[in-house]
Nanobody, 126 residues
């Protein structure tokens, strides 16, 4: 089992920045993929960014490329999402997710992930 706890959400104005953290505990050595998803009110979760621990590869949704950055601190078992140049459309509940096997091209498919955090709210005002 892997337990994920997110933190770092909050309210910012357009153009601001936030850094989300996701601390993993438990059987963290079995997780090869860590990802961030977000869910706008009334919509399905969408993949935002993913990190493949096996090789350090990173993947991003087109909507956040160039603005968001996902990093992983192996010693702390923590994955981060640095969010810059935030826009009102980035407002959502953000979730950390993990899975044992790397989903490859399906990295943004929520159904391929086994473990989920409780979420942290990000609100961007115009």
């Amino acid at each position: 089992q892997v337990h994920l706890v997110e933190s770092g959400g909050g309210s910012v104005q357009t153009g601001g920045s936030l850094r989300l953290s996701c601390a993993a505990s438990g059987d963290t050595d079995i997780t090869h993929s860590l990802a961030w998803f977000r869910q706008h009110s009334g919509k399905e979760r969408e993949g935002v960014a993913a990190f493949y621990t096996g090789g350090g590869s990173t993947y991003y949704a087109d909507s956040v490329k160039g603005r968001f950055s996902i990093t992983h601190d192996n010693a702390k078992n923590t994955v981060y999402l640095q969010m810059n140049s935030l826009k009102p459309e980035d407002t959502a509940m953000y979730y950390c997710a993990a899975v044992r096997l790397w989903p490859g091209l399906r990295w943004s498919n929520e159904y391929d992930y086994t473990y989920w955090g409780q979420g942290t709210q990000v609100t961007v005002s115009s």
